[in-house]
Nanobody, 121 residues
């Protein structure tokens, strides 16, 4: 079994910055991709950014130039550095981890429970 836990959310003023972290633990053989999605009230969950095992990144147009995703494979951790936050960034941010688990090398796809980011003055 694999567990995914996010941290780092909170309340910040417009123009501020936050850094989210997500740690995957458990019977992990390898991780293929890690990513961040978000869901604002009344809206569908959307991709914010993701990163593959070889470091290829994808960003939503709305966050390009403001957010940066990175990963530390030695700690099965992915980060989302967010700058120039605005009220449209207010949402619950979810971490998603895709990989292969012990002992049968089975593919997994797990989500964390989410961390709230609120941008407000």
């Amino acid at each position: 079994q694999v567990k995914v836990v996010e941290s780092g959310g909170g309340k910040v003023q417009p123009g501020g910055s936050l850094r989210l972290s997500c740690v995957a633990s458990g019977s992990i053989f390898s991780i293929s991709a890690m990513g961040w999605h978000r869901q604002a009230p009344g809206k569908q969950r959307e991709l914010v950014a993701d990163i593959t095992s070889v470091g290829i990144t994808t960003y939503a147009d709305s966050v390009k130039g403001r957010f940066a995703i990175s990963r530390d494979d030695s700690k099965n951790t992915v980060f989302l550095q967010m700058h120039s936050l605005n009220t449209d960034d207010t949402a619950v941010y979810y971490c998603n981890v895709v990989g292969f688990s012990y002992p049968r090398n089975e593919e997994f796809d797990y989500w964390g429970q989410g961390t709230q980011v609120t941008v407000s003055s």
